[in-house]
């Protein structure tokens, strides 16, 4: 652990110091990943169960920065099961983009890397721990296996292209064999239909800054789908739209899924959002699953004093509040994360246990699991677990 002056600063010595043990350690995960002509048995494995489409198991994803190790995932276990929407909840930078971001290899590289742990990846005849796939094979999988819509639908849209060559240009590159050029451009008018454009041939021909934002992120949508993905991470698809639109892209992604037959990791830090779109739920907490469960476990019985602080600061239409609830405090700092509970600085609930090592997860029922004392003895601690007995 970096040592710091009491000013709480790093001294150029120790900076230099830290990058150059960040420089041994990354250099050494990228030399593994660089390789060529890697055997597949490498990183082949099992699911744990056929039915989910991923299995995030023990994930760690750290940030070697010259401050110090981010440690943004700590620890990260959940399934996607196939078919299903699972939704990924909790305040901004508990580590909601980068557990997808592992998941696609898209960490910002050399300082982020996976240190730990197993995410299984389900390809029907077969399963890949997508920590250990190569660069060169990785190129495969983004896009045809697992494709990726973004918040703000410009940063994934090329501004001095029409939209039609666009999507073209990802069907050729993804699912263009045996297809020529009116082929391609059958399928883009397609899938613009599918995702509720109406002038479709119109579309074809616009540019990007000719669209609304909502237009935008159903043409993106629409790219993320060209290839029937087995799994599609919408990280706050909705977040940069107003709320209007917000609902009627909800609405169209809610829709597709009754469709295509893919699994959604469906990423926001809007619990509103979660319940109108999601049939699993996982709560994180500072680069930590705090609790999970169905949808219905989730907010008929909250249990986490986190997830009920965060369903408090919602506002409820037709109740009427002074002020809206907020969870006092803030994050811990990822870089010296405390050995206790991480929410025990914020939390109102804390009994003697929570001054002793982080909570290990009670199991509340076959599907619902939390992080805390509260529970451990079996019966739970507060009104809300015994609705579970
Ligand atoms: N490239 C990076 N370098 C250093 N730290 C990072 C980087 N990307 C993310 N982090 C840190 O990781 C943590 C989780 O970030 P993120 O997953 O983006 O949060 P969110 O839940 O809002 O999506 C944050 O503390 C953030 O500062
Ligand atoms: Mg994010």
């Not at 077969?126 to 973004?150: C, H, L, T, W």
């Amino acid at each position: 652990m970096a040592k710091k002056h009491a000013e709480g600063y790093l001294s150029a010595k120790e900076s230099r110091r830290i990058s150059r043990e960040n420089r041994r350690i990354t250099n050494a995960f990228e030399k593994r990943r660089k390789r060529r002509k890697v055997p597949e048995s490498e990183y082949l494995t099992q699911m744990r169960d056929p039915n989910n489409a991923v299995e995030f198991d023990n994930l760690h994803t750290y940030f070697f920065t010259d401050a110090g190790t981010v440690k943004s995932v700590d620890g990260v276990t959940f399934d996607i099961p196939i078919g299903k929407t699972v939704g990924v909840v909790g305040e901004s930078g508990c580590g909601k983009s980068v557990t997808s971001l592992s998941l696609m290899q898209l960490l910002q590289r050399p300082q982020g890397q996976v240190v730990e742990g197993e995410i299984r990846l389900n390809l029907g005849d077969k399963a890949y721990d997508v920590v250990k796939v190569p660069n060169e094979r990785m190129q495969g999988i983004r896009g045809n296996v697992v494709s990726m819509i973004f918040q703000e639908p410009m940063t994934s849209l090329n501004p001095v292209f029409r939209i039609g060559d666009q999507v073209d240009e990802v069907i050729a590159l993804h699912d263009g064999e045996g297809k020529n050029r009116q082929d391609v451009k059958k399928r883009t008018i397609e899938l613009l239909e599918l995702v509720g454009i109406a002038n479709s041939e119109g579309v074809y021909r616009m540019y990007p800054h000719e669209l609304s934002g909502g237009m935008r992120q159903r043409i993106v949508i629409a790219m993320a789908l060209a290839c029937n993905p087995r799994l599609i991470i919408a990280d706050e698809p909705t977040t940069a739209l107003d709320v209007t639109i917000q609902a009627q892209v909800l609405d169209l992604l809610r829709n597709l899924k009754n469709r295509i037959n893919s699994s959604i990791l469906f990423i926001t830090h809007d619990l509103g959002v979660i319940a109108e779109m999601a049939d699993y739920v996982v709560v994180m907490y500072a680069g930590r699953v705090v609790e999970k469960g169905t949808a219905e476990e989730i907010f008929a019985n909250p249990s986490h004093p986190y997830t009920i602080g965060l369903m408090a600061s919602k506002p409820v239409v037709g109740k009427k509040v002074d002020k809206l609830y907020s969870i006092p405090g803030k994050v811990p700092n990822p870089v010296n994360m405390p050995n206790y509970c991480y929410f025990k600085d914020r939390c109102e609930r804390c009994v003697e246990a929570c001054q002793g090592e982080y909570p290990p997860e009670v199991r509340l029922s076959p599907t619902h699991t939390v992080s805390c004392y509260l529970y451990r003895d079996g019966k739970g601690g507060s009104e809300n677990a015994g609705a579970e007995n």
